[in-house]
């Protein structure tokens, strides 16, 4: 260690920063001081070392006095240590030989006497001219992008996400498990609050997403395993078994028509289980891809009862008209078995969307025990022209006096069902409110009944949202405020014989009112997918406590994660609207493209490695890494740590117990003489203490 | 490990002028963070803190913490993110873990555990950083010098006083009867 700092020639430089912290701090003195410290070579104190002038100082005193180390002290390293870092390799040296101290930040700005600020910033200073003796050269790691995307999840987000990056020239993995590409927003009949129809605009961007020669759709897959690092992922996928050969089916549907069962007989989940399907059967009419699927769970060419692994086993017991009907195609396969295909990927983008709220777990509400209270996704394919009943609003139970199924006369509609609830979802799901009304509009277009809104606030930040919300007030729904209390059937007064009755405060009035209804509609609120979790796991990234997918800031990198190469878009980052989504997919398919053109990552050399001939292999770091960088050489019974995938947090470094673990640029000794030079200004016989006493007893 | 090299003596401090010196352990990401927005927003604080980057908290090292306050600190403090929000998914929580452990260790060593202090503070919290280290300085002030060198050295004087009459003490007697059959090299001679 001696022959080491006799080695080093430190060139040390206080900024003034014009009065910034010249005003505190007597810049004069601290270099004058820090002169005095053994390998100081130099020191100066000047105006702007941030300066063209102060960076060419560094550089042309590195040349005339031979420095090997350089320390600034000025402001935050958090702003200017990628610039002195330039300087100092633009004067020939390795960039890690420089260290920077920050006199401003934490010194000049937040202190009000010069005499102690000006103290502070001799003991920061001399804290570093000590660390720095032990820098060592270091490479920056440039890590190559490979330049293919995988999206995850097909909806709107999803979709957009994938044009975006297709149309640059990029090649995209579209991953969705349902069946077919569309998410939420292919359910939807109008968008607020505009009313131009959701399938319009989003059936053409998915028609182009299957036909575009950049993009890979796999729908009916799903990811199963992430490994790699950005720019270099490794994802498998499992391709699930439709029992019909994608390449070979033309979507010309005459299997469906030739299936054994006649009439639909099972849920149809694509409806919200208001109308049926066919074993065999295709989501919906403009579904992408236009590939039918056989549900094994019905079909009767399938054995009711599993293999022992969960797969379904052929019967056999069926006539297979569906597969006459197919004919020379020969798209159904019945022996299909699900499939794990591999791929390599540079980023990946996370649009895996939400659940809407279960509105079962408001039992106030009646949802499930009274058939006429739908939730706000049912009455969205009620109201469509391709829905269920054609976009016929019938009631589930009662009928029209002529015996047709029962047309709503009044409808209720419950804001916040699963929001703003202590109960249940502490968050407001942003899009209820539009939708509520967007609702109300379309309910009264077809109906010509009376709706009632009944609502806590009514939120409107949107363009054309507020103008949409005083539209509804014109066409005369009633807007009634207060959280309701209650949906029940039990009739105090003939009128409300045979009606659900909303029980509610109005609290604009101060009265406790009952609404008798026809059908009342619950604005179900949205939330994380049942498996965020996982996923979130799965992909490396964090969750807010609400179980969000969590964005690296909020403000600065709202599409970013903390895993790099990772980016979030849609309703998996939380609640938003369509305009929203659209937004946030076209800003994490820019945020990928920028990597993928740039060609590279570079990497702040802040791994950490192993000293193998100090490690026990007691494995004690080996869970402490999130990244699971730590792996073990089961052979050598030593520890090693994969560099690519450190991020360099040294958690690892802070509990080896044999101290074999060393994260460069935080190497224990540098870190210790930071210490000792922070505390140095007393005079103390510094060490631990068993030392000094065995070394002093003669 | 490099000793400190021995600057110009400090002033002989009136015990009254006494001020703490507190050494900090601060994340890169959230309380660094923050500690410069504290500058930037011109929030003042007591003097007394010297701040050590690191990129984690969960980096902090147990030995850090001791090392400092044998090296003459009055207390330490460690900031990290908030539980949840840590840069590298949890290395806060493994930082909370040590510190309990050490909040043990250091009431059997006879330090206040007050001494040693572990605060979240997020990167957009520069006020907390300026109530935690004020709030911190006064309570220390209250506390006292720690002086471990000091007691170091007052303590090395009694070993040493003591060895030197241990040795007279044997040289006087002659060889220990106890070893004097077969003296093993390098073993300690004991009264």
């Excluded at chain 1, 493209?593 to 100090?614: C, F, M, R, S």
């Excluded at chain 1, 958690?651 to 140095?680: R, Y």
Aim: hydrophobic fraction near 40%.
């Amino acid at each position: 260690m001696k022959a080491k700092r006799d080695e080093v020639r430190i060139g040390f430089y206080v900024c003034h920063c014009g009065h910034n912290i010249a005003a505190m701090v007597d810049c004069a003195a601290v270099a004058r001081y820090i002169a005095t410290l053994p390998g100081v070579v130099l020191s100066r104190d000047y105006k702007y070392m941030c300066s063209d002038p102060g960076q060419e100082l560094i550089q042309q005193d590195i040349r005339e006095y031979g420095l090997n180390r350089v320390v600034v002290a000025s402001c935050s390293p958090l702003l200017h240590e990628h610039t002195f870092r330039g300087a100092v390799t633009a004067g020939g040296l390795n960039p890690y030989f420089f260290h920077m101290v920050n006199i401003r930040e934490h010194d000049s700005w937040v202190h009000t006497d010069r005499v102690l600020a000006t103290e502070k910033a001799k003991d920061l200073a001399r804290a570093a001219v000590e660390r720095v003796v032990h820098h060592k050269p270091l490479e920056i790691k440039k890590v190559p992008i490979h330049p293919d995307v995988l999206v995850v999840g097909g909806g709107i987000a999803g979709i957009h996400a994938a044009l975006t990056l297709a149309n640059a020239g990029k090649k995209v993995f579209l991953v969705e498990r349902e069946p077919s590409i569309g998410g939420h927003m292919a359910k939807f009949d109008k968008t607020f609050p505009t009313l131009d129809c959701a399938a319009c605009i989003l059936t053409p961007k998915m028609s182009e997403v299957g036909s575009h020669p950049n993009i890979t759709l796999w729908t009916w897959s799903e990811v199963v395993k992430v490994d790699g690092y950005v720019g270099n992922y490794t994802v498998q996928i499992k391709r699930k078994a439709r029992y019909v050969i994608e390449d070979l089916c033309t979507g010309c549907q005459d299997c469906i028509a030739h299936c054994v069962y006649k009439e639909p007989k099972f849920d149809d989940l694509f409806n919200e289980r208001l109308g049926k399907r066919k074993p065999v059967y295709i989501p919906f009419p403009q579904a992408t891809p236009q590939v039918v699927l056989i549900d094994p769970e019905v079909c009767l060419n399938f054995k009711r009862n599993k293999n022992p692994d969960g797969t379904p086993v052929v019967s056999d017991k069926c006539k297979k008209t569906c597969v006459e009907a197919c004919g020379e195609k020969r798209a159904i396969d019945f022996t299909q078995k699900d499939q794990v295909v591999e791929i390599k990927v540079g980023t990946i983008l996370v649009c895996t969307g939400f659940k809407t709220f279960d509105a079962r777990r408001v039992p106030a509400y009646g949802y499930g025990v009274y058939p006429n209270v739908y939730t706000a996704l049912e009455v969205e394919r009620l109201v469509n022209a391709s829905g269920p009943t054609g976009g016929q609003v019938v009631l589930r139970q009662g009928t029209n006096p002529d015996g047709s199924p029962k047309n709503p006369r009044s409808i209720g509609i419950i804001h916040c069902v699963g929001s703003r609830d202590k109960k249940t979802n502490l968050w407001c799901s942003r899009v209820c409110c539009m939708y509520s009304m967007k609702l109300a509009h379309l309910l009264k277009e077809h109906t010509g009944a009376e709706i009632y809104n009944f609502y806590i606030d009514i939120r409107t930040p949107g363009k054309g949202y507020e103008e949409f919300y005083n539209k509804l007030l014109e066409e005369g729904t009633h807007f009634i405020r207060g959280r309701v209390g209650e949906v029940t059937d039990w009739a105090m007064t003939p009128e409300e014989e045979g009606k659900l009755v909303i029980r509610v405060e109005d609290t604009l009035a101060g009265v406790v009112r009952r609404i008798p209804v026809d059908m009342v509609v619950l604005a179900t609120g949205l939330e994380p997918q049942a498996d965020a979790d996982a996923v979130r796991r799965l992909f490396n990234m964090s969750c807010g406590g609400d179980g969000w997918f969590l964005e690296r800031h909020p403000k600065l990198a709202p599409v970013n994660t903390f895993t790099d190469g990772v980016f979030l878009a849609g309703c998996c980052q939380g609640p938003k609207d369509i305009p929203d989504t659209v937004a946030q997919a076209g800003a994490a398919a820019a945020e990928a493209l920028a990597l993928i053109d740039k060609g590279y990552v570079e990497q702040e050399p802040n791994t950490a490695h192993i000293l193998d001939a100090e490690c026990s292999g007691c494995k004690s770091c080996i869970p402490l890494c999130p990244y699971t960088a730590i792996l073990f050489d089961e052979t050598r019974q030593k520890a090693y740590i994969n560099e690519a995938l450190c991020k360099g947090c040294g958690t690892c470094v802070g509990s080896c117990p044999s101290g074999s673990i060393v994260q460069n640029l935080f190497e224990d000794a540098e870190i210790f003489s930071e210490i000792a030079g922070v505390l140095a200004d007393e005079p103390v016989a510094a060490g631990r203490p068993g030392n000094l006493t065995q070394a002093a007893i003669p | 490990m490099s000793q400190a090299p021995a600057p110009a003596a400090a002033p002989a401090a009136n015990p009254r002028d006494w001020s703490p010196r507190i050494v900090a352990f601060f994340c890169n990401w959230c309380t660094y963070t923050a500690a410069d927005l504290a500058g930037v927003s011109r929030l003042k604080y007591a003097p007394n803190v010297r701040v050590i980057r690191l990129m984690c908290s969960g980096r902090v090292d147990p030995q850090f913490i001791l090392d400092a306050l044998a090296r003459g600190a009055d207390a330490v403090l460690v900031g990290g993110c908030h539980p949840g929000d840590c840069h590298y998914v949890e290395g806060n929580y493994k930082m909370l873990r040590r510190h309990q452990l050490l909040q043990r260790m250091l009431t059997d060593l006879g330090i206040e555990p007050e001494r040693v202090r572990l605060e979240w503070i997020s990167a957009a919290e520069g006020e907390k950083v300026k109530r935690v280290i004020n709030e911190m300085t006064e309570q220390i002030k209250a506390l006292g010098p720690l002086g471990l060198p000091r007691k170091f050295a007052e303590w090395d004087r009694e070993v040493i006083a003591l060895a030197r009459e241990v040795h007279a003490r044997d040289a006087a007697a002659g060889p220990c009867p106890a070893h004097a059959a077969a003296p093993q090299p390098g073993e300690t001679v004991h009264a």
